[in-house]
């Protein structure tokens, strides 16, 4: 059985994405990342609504339930809907990611090379490669962690981002 195709994202240029960057969003939008995927967050008087492609209208989301905030990685935002559902968004900083690139695939998860079995590759290079890859991770090491004790005590740019969202998810989220 064949895989079903998913509908390409449109195409844009460097210099198009790079302008859309430097523009500013509309008032209450927010860049969010949302299910590994770049989204447009609108926050406004009749709820939340999500553009999740940019050839595509924005969506309206059920209403707002409950809205908190992550107590360990304080970027997170944690959403609740009337219907059940959850969402958990990670707001981007201003100016880094733009409109015209909701859709993509913001994660860490790289496809694994196609061709064949890897380790069947030896390479006389490979343990100066390894050497390389130590040194990097020593020196890696301190910055991942000033990194991680910035998230966590709530000072990272997108932990500031995350604190200027809540209170306007706050405002919209109806209670029971």
């Known amino acids: ?3 079903k195709q998913a ?52 969506r309206q989301l059920a209403a707002v339930t409950r809205v908190s905030r992550s107590g360990f990685i304080r970027s997170r935002i944690r959403l609740r809907f009337a219907d059940g559902s959850k969402a958990t968004v990670r707001p981007y900083k201003p100016k880094f990611r733009c409109l015209l690139e909701t859709g993509k695939r913001d ?27 130590i040194l990097v991770a020593i020196v890696m090491f301190p910055i991942s962690l000033v990194m991680l004790a910035r998230e966590l005590f709530g000072i990272s740019a997108r932990a500031k981002q995350a604190t200027l969202l809540l209170p306007q998810l706050q405002a919209v989220a109806q209670t029971d």
């Open 1 to 3: 059985m064949a895989k």
């Open 7 to 58: 509908d390409p994202l449109p195409q844009h240029t460097v210099e198009e994405i790079r302008a859309a960057c430097e523009a500013p969003l509309p008032a209450g939008v927010t860049m969010v990342l949302m299910h590994k995927t770049v989204t447009g967050l609108q926050v406004h008087e009749g709820g939340v609504s999500v553009l999740e492609r940019p050839d595509r209208p924005w």
């Open 107 to 133: 994660s860490l998860n790289f496809s694994s090379p196609s061709s064949g079995d890897a380790r069947s590759n030896d390479s006389p290079l490979d343990g100066l490669a390894a050497i390389f890859v």
